[in-house]
Nanobody, 114 residues
Framework: QVQLVETGGGLVQAGGSLRLSCAAS????????MGWYRQAPGKSREFVTV???????RYADSVKGRFTISRDNAKNTVYLEMGSLEPEDTAVYYC????????WGQGTQVTVSS
C-alpha cells in the first residue's frame, strides 16, 4: 500500500518560514517525479513545484525564489522549504508522486497570517 504522509504545516506570520516533509512508503521515490500542489479555500488545486528523478526542478511563478524543493532518496522523503510566506500561500499542501502511476498525500494545512 502506497502512502505519502505530509508533515510540517502550521500557522505562521507573514514573512516567516516553514518546512514541509513528505515521507513515502510503499514506493521508492527515486523512481518518481515528486511534487507539491496546494489548494486554497474555494479554489482548485494548483501546481507549486516538482523535482524530477534527475533532480531538475520547476516552480510556479508565484513561489519562485521563495520556495525550494529537495529530495532525499535514501530517506524516501521530499521536502519543501517555504520562505517569505505571504497570506496568499495559505492552503492545504499536497505531496504528489508521479511516474507510470500517480499518488497523493492527505495534505497538510499551511496558514499564513498577515
Amino acid at each position: 500500500q502506497v502512502q505519502l504522509v505530509e508533515t510540517g504545516g502550521g500557522l505562521v506570520q507573514a514573512g516567516g518560514s516553514l518546512r514541509l516533509s513528505c515521507a513515502a512508503s510503499g514506493i521508492r521515490i527515486s523512481d518518481y517525479h515528486m511534487g507539491w500542489y496546494r489548494q486554497a479555500p474555494g479554489k482548485s488545486r494548483e501546481f507549486v513545484t516538482v523535482i524530477t528523478t534527475g533532480r531538475s526542478t520547476r516552480y510556479a511563478d508565484s513561489v519562485k525564489g521563495r520556495f525550494t524543493i529537495s529530495r532525499d532518496n535514501a530517506k524516501n522523503t521530499v521536502y519543501l522549504e517555504m520562505g517569505s510566506l505571504e497570506p496568499e500561500d495559505t492552503a492545504v499542501y499536497y505531496c504528489n508522486a508521479k511516474w507510470l502511476s500517480q499518488y497523493w498525500g492527505q495534505g497538510t494545512q499551511v496558514t499564513v497570517s498577515s
